[in-house]
């Protein structure tokens, strides 16, 4: 088990330790950082929890991390990916509020951060997406 004690140019700790559902990820931005230091700094980007922050950096931080190579069949991994995805549409949603983005720009084609959600969506999504079931899991 690797051992981590440094804080990363972005400031947010490493984590002492890593464990099965909270291993490391690689990513240009979080390279080694696990999993659960790298949603919780997302989070932190939110408008919703730092009136300073801003939802378009959270939405592409989650974004990285979710759809890093992390194992999906771990129920750990599976729990905080879902955790992330929650706060990703959270973001994204006080984005549709604040009029910085407009439903109307996503009626033929995807604006990046929609289509970041839609990403995200489609890895995570184990059922087969229909006319019918795609509005319930957007």
Avoid: C, H
């Amino acid at each position: 088990m690797k051992q981590y004690s440094a804080v990363n140019i972005y400031g947010f700790l490493k984590d002492e330790s890593s464990e099965i559902g909270n291993s490391p990820i690689y990513t240009p931005i979080f390279d080694g950082v696990t999993l659960n230091s790298a949603l919780v700094y997302a989070a932190s980007q939110m408008e919703q929890y730092d009136s300073l922050a801003n939802d378009i950096n959270a939405v592409g931080l989650f974004n990285e991390i979710l759809l890093s190579p992390l194992d999906r069949t771990n129920t750990d991994i599976r729990w905080r990916m879902e955790w992330g995805r929650y706060n990703m549409k959270s973001a994204l949603e006080s984005l549709f509020l604040q009029n910085e983005l407009n439903e109307n720009n996503n009626a033929e084609t995807f604006e990046v951060l929609v289509q970041q959600y839609v990403d995200v969506l489609n890895l995570m999504t184990d059922s087969v997406l229909t006319d019918s079931t795609y509005k319930e899991q957007f």
